[in-house]
């Protein structure tokens, strides 16, 4: 798309080459090639290119700027953290806030962290759904409170990504916390009704294709619903 929109063949050049035509094409007039620059620098993953696709986080087209907040997740740089926080509170599109979310949620700071517990809470379901989705990706305890409190959410959609995400932290927990993990898992969990837990963690069991997040959810049914449902 870069080289049919921009009259260039980046088909040979080198990667370092392709980058800077990406971030030089991220000016451009048209969106449509602003949104492909910014696919094509998520795709390279180079960080130099951040500071870049952070200005079009506040791209006048919406497009542009959800495809830049995906990009910025695919690269990983924490530096765009401020700037996603900024779109995932403020933004009028769902669609970035949504990859504002995610994009949060591949970078995997404390920081990043810190943004999404916040947006828990969203009055949007699909924004409260796509963070209890990427709250299972940071493997420690710090999120486990909130994906307990999700499990009594309104809609079913999220109170479901918040069980899997549940099974995914213990899943993705270091080995020298996963005990800690799982033990603050299993205590919150007590809170919360049968209702919320069965369903959800019988999918688990009988549809994941990853072993770790079985036996996970099978543990966490033994410890929260004990004899009683033997």
Same mark, same amino acid.
């Given at each position: 798309?870069?080289?049919?929109?921009?009259?260039?063949?980046?088909?040979?050049?080198?990667?370092?080459v392709?980058?800077?035509?990406?971030?030089?094409?991220?000016?451009?007039?048209?969106?449509?090639?602003?949104?492909?620059?910014?696919?094509?620098?998520?795709?390279?993953?180079?960080?130099?290119?951040?500071?870049?696709?952070?200005?079009?986080?506040?791209?006048?087209?919406?497009?542009?700027?959800?495809?830049?907040?995906?990009?910025?997740?695919?690269?990983?740089?924490?530096?765009?953290?401020?700037?996603?926080?900024d779109?995932?509170?403020?933004?009028? @599109?769902? %669609? =970035?806030r949504?990859? &504002? /979310? $995610?994009? *949060? #949620?591949?970078?995997? +700071?404390?920081?990043?962290?810190?943004? !999404?517990?916040?947006?828990?809470?969203d009055?949007?379901?699909?924004?409260?759904?796509?963070?209890?989705?990427?709250?299972?990706?940071?493997?420690?305890?710090?999120?486990?409170?909130?994906l307990?409190?999700?499990?009594?959410?309104?809609?079913?959609?999220?109170?479901?990504?918040?069980m899997?995400?549940?099974?995914?932290?213990?899943?993705?927990?270091?080995?020298?916390? @996963?005990? %800690? =993990?799982?033990?603050? &898992? /299993? $205590?919150r *969990? #007590?809170?919360?009704? +049968?209702d919320?837990?069965?369903?959800? !963690?019988?999918?688990?069991?009988?549809?994941?294709?990853?072993?770790?997040?079985?036996?996970?959810?099978?543990?966490?049914?033994g410890?929260?619903?004990?004899?009683e449902?033997?």
């Open positions: 798309v870069i080289d049919e929109l921009s009259e260039t063949d980046l088909g040979s050049a080198a990667e370092w392709t980058a800077q035509a990406y971030v030089e094409s991220l000016s451009d007039n048209r969106p449509e090639l602003r949104m492909a620059a910014a696919s094509g620098l998520g795709r390279i993953g180079d960080s130099k290119a951040t500071p870049a696709l952070v200005k079009r986080l506040s791209d006048p087209d919406s497009r542009v700027r959800a495809r830049s907040a995906v990009a910025c997740g695919r690269i990983g740089d924490p530096q765009a953290v401020e700037a996603l926080e779109r995932l509170h403020d933004d009028p @599109s769902v %669609d =970035v949504r990859g &504002a /979310a $995610d994009a *949060l #949620g591949e970078i995997g +700071t404390e920081g990043a962290l810190s943004v !999404l517990l916040e947006a828990a809470d009055e949007t379901v699909t924004i409260r759904r796509v963070v209890a989705d990427a709250l299972g990706q940071f493997g420690n305890v710090t999120p486990v409170d909130t307990v409190r999700l499990l009594g959410d309104d809609d079913e959609t999220v109170r479901r990504t918040a899997f995400s549940l099974v995914e932290t213990l899943s993705n927990a270091p080995p020298q916390q @996963s005990q %800690d =993990v799982r033990n603050a &898992a /299993a $205590d *969990l #007590g809170s919360a009704t +049968t919320d837990v069965i369903p959800p !963690l019988a999918e688990i069991l009988t549809e994941s294709s990853g072993a770790p997040q079985r036996r996970n959810a099978a543990w966490l049914l410890r929260v619903l004990g004899d449902y033997e």
